[in-house]
């Protein structure tokens, strides 16, 4: 079975700063594929980053980037220089071959950016 | 340029009544998806489609049922709407080239059921 786990429910972060949301899977694929998206109140669902399972560099897009550490089998979002409009859910997903491709979400963290 | 289009955005409908979601793309991926999401929690898959290869999840509720009669179309069935039904359903596509592709969502239908 695929699992998905994001522990921290909310995290606050002072505005220009860094901050790293906790996301840890569990397969028993070989292959598969990670994803960060970030759902505003507006309720879209937007990409943000993706690594592959068997991508040897880290991840990164703008300020986004990603701390994969396959075996501990993490995968944190890491933000830097945190801007207002950053404040909103992230949602970790996975996708793998296991049940065709479907991809699953962790709960989620929501992000509070203070000024 | 729209790419994964849900209509309606919201739909009120009343407690047994039965209810029609359409999701319809653009991008001919294979994959389809619906999930269910309820307020500040992780959508929850309901089933997907790999072409026309239905996969539904084990803990979906009968009461859930999906169609999908081409590539571009797929429509989520509520029979009979309970309260707990209320959410919002996303529809997202994903193409099978890989695993490096995200998934496209949709701007969601927010189910409302009085």
């Known amino acids: 079975a695929q699992k998905i786990t994001q522990t921290q429910p909310g995290m606050f972060v002072q505005e220009k700063e860094a901050v790293t949301l906790d996301c840890t899977y569990d397969?028993?694929?070989?292959?598969?594929?990670l994803f960060w998206y970030k759902q505003p109140s507006s309720g879209e669902m937007i990409f943000l980053i993706y690594q592959g399972s068997y991508d040897e560099q880290n991840a990164t897009e703008g300020r986004y980037s990603l701390n994969f550490q396959k075996a501990r089998k993490s995968a944190n979002l890491v933000i830097s220089a945190s801007q207002l409009g950053d404040s909103a859910m992230y949602f970790c997903?996975?996708?793998?071959?296991?049940?065709?491709?479907?991809?699953?979400f962790g709960a989620g963290t929501r992000l509070f950016v203070k000024a | 340029d729209a790419m994964v289009i849900q209509n309606p955005r919201y739909q009120v409908t009343q407690f047994g009544k039965p209810v029609t979601l359409s999701c319809s793309q653009t991008l001919n991926h294979n994959v389809m998806y619906w999930y269910q999401q309820k307020s500040s929690q992780a959508p929850k898959l309901l089933f997907h489609?790999?072409?026309?290869?239905?996969?539904n999840e084990a803990d979906t509720p009968d009461n859930f049922q999906s169609r999908r009669p081409n590539t571009s179309f797929c429509f989520l069935d509520i029979r009979s709407p309970g309260l707990g039904d209320a959410a919002m359903y996303l529809c997202?596509?994903?193409?099978?080239?890989?695993?490096?592709?995200?998934?496209?969502f949709g701007q969601g239908t927010r189910l409302t059921v009085v």
């Open positions: 489609y790999y072409d026309k290869d239905f996969n």
């Open positions: 397969t028993s694929d070989q292959s598969y594929g």
């Open positions: 997903a996975m996708r793998g071959l296991i049940g065709g491709f479907k991809t699953i």
């Open positions: 997202a596509t994903s193409s099978p080239q890989g695993l490096n592709t995200e998934a496209f």
